[in-house]
C-alpha cells in the first residue's frame, strides 16, 4: 500500500527532525487533492507505525487543501476538489494545475515532558 510507504517515510523524516524517537501527541500534515493520497488510508497506516516503532499513539489531523488551477483560455484561476471541472469562467477544459499535489508534515506535538532521547 502506498500509504504505508509514505507513514514509514513520515515516521524516519519525525525521527531525523526530532533527533530520536519520542512519544507523539499529535502530527499535522496538508494533502492536496491531487496528491493521490488517501487520508483515512494514512491515518491508518501513521497509527500503526507510530504504535510499532514506539512513537505513542499520536492522532494525525489532516488539512485537506483544494487545487489551484489556472484556465489556459481565459486565464483564470480557479480551486477544485479535482481536475475534472471545467473553468467557471469560460467552460474551457484546457488548465494547468498551480498547486494540490502537495503533502507536507506541517507539525508535530509531543507528549507531555517528552524529550527527543538524541
Ligand atoms: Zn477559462
Known amino acids: ?10 515516521i524516519r523524516i519525525i525521527e531525523r527532525t ?12 496538508t494533502i492536496g487533492p491531487l496528491a493521490g493520497i488517501s487520508g483515512e488510508s494514512l491515518r491508518f497506516c501513521f497509527t500503526e507505525i507510530a504504535r ?3 512513537f505513542g499513539e499520536p492522532e494525525l ?8 488551477l489556472l484556465c489556459l483560455d481565459c486565464r ?3 480551486s477544485s476538489d479535482d481536475l475534472f471541472h471545467c473553468c ?6 484546457r488548465k494547468r494545475v498551480l498547486s494540490g499535489r502537495e503533502f507536507t508534515v506541517d507539525s508535530v506535538e509531543l507528549e507531555e515532558g517528552e524529550e527527543p532521547d538524541g
Not at 500500500?1 to 513520515?10: F, G, I, N, R, V
Not at 489531523?61 to 489551484?68: D, F, Q
Request: net charge negative.
Open 1 to 10: 500500500m502506498h500509504e504505508m510507504t509514505l507513514a514509514q517515510d513520515m
Open 88 to 93: 467557471p469562467r469560460c467552460g474551457s477544459i
Open 76 to 78: 483564470e484561476e480557479y
Open 18 to 29: 526530532l533527533g530520536g524517537k519520542v512519544r507523539l501527541e499529535r502530527v499535522n500534515v
Open 52 to 54: 510499532l516503532e514506539d
Open 61 to 68: 489531523t489532516i488539512n485537506y487543501t483544494k487545487a489551484r
